[in-house]
């Protein structure tokens, strides 16, 4: 694989990454064992992200920073719309994601990723790169309503299909299983402070799934805008690895 291609697939893969969890907060849905039973006290129900929407983060973690400009093009039920600037060590890159999500039962997923970015490297100049992910059966995010403390759900494995157009080297098709996890939510109504300003939250525990491997995350997502506003990924010891922060909003 050529050096300026290198240098563009580390940055889609943090589009990847970041958007994922950052839609997937009231959109990971399935295929569950059985429905999800909210306890009964301090429960929440998000609403869509309006469109227009601008959040600025700060990822911080020992491989080097990344900042990302996230805009909300549109946000419905079933599909949301996003673009991304996302500026590393590496370079600048410019992304366009569909994510496609559906509801089963009490809780929501995402069938279906695709991600349009482009970057301009060196004699090769502007490249574009198309990645197309597909889950079966649905990545499961959690509750499509209701998020409630002490609610848990089944995040059963997957078979994650990965198609990518338009690199100058051929890229095959990888298919990933996933590993299985459980997701919780830990708080609703928690009042975090990040560079942007101060949010009241849902805290939740959940799964990152890269490749086969499992990371989990601790996420704060504001129950006004339903946008994530701090996020901490650790390791299995329970060690904080990477944390996202809200540094802007508009």
Request: charged share 10%.
């Amino acid at each position: 694989m050529s050096a300026p291609v290198r240098r563009l697939l580390p940055l889609l893969a943090l589009c990847v990454l970041l958007v994922a969890p950052l839609e997937a907060q009231k959109r990971r849905a399935v295929r569950s064992p059985g429905p999800v039973t909210p306890p009964a006290g301090n429960c929440h129900t998000f609403t869509f992200v309006r469109a227009g929407l601008k959040a600025t983060y700060l990822t911080t973690q020992a491989s080097g920073n990344a900042n990302f400009v996230v805009t909300y093009i549109f946000d419905n039920a079933t599909q949301t719309k996003t673009t991304q600037v996302t500026t590393t060590q590496i370079g600048t890159s410019e992304a366009e994601t569909l994510i496609d999500s559906e509801v089963v039962g009490n809780l929501r997923g995402i069938k279906h990723i695709n991600v349009k970015a482009s970057q301009t490297v060196p004699v090769l100049g502007k490249i574009t790169i198309e990645t197309d992910i597909g889950f079966v059966p649905t990545l499961t995010a959690g509750p499509s309503a209701g998020w409630c403390v002490g609610n848990t759900w089944t995040v059963p494995p997957v078979t994650e299909t990965i198609t990518t157009k338009g690199s100058p080297v051929p890229i095959p098709p990888q298919i990933i299983t996933t590993i299985g996890s459980v997701g919780e939510v830990l708080a609703v109504g928690e009042t975090i402070s990040v560079p942007a300003g101060s949010f009241t939250t849902v805290k939740h525990r959940g799964a990152l799934l890269s490749g086969t491997s499992v990371q989990t995350a601790i996420t704060w997502t504001s129950m006004q805008h339903n946008i994530v506003v701090r996020q901490d990924t650790l390791d299995a010891g329970g060690n904080v690895t990477s944390t996202t922060n809200l540094t802007a909003l508009q």
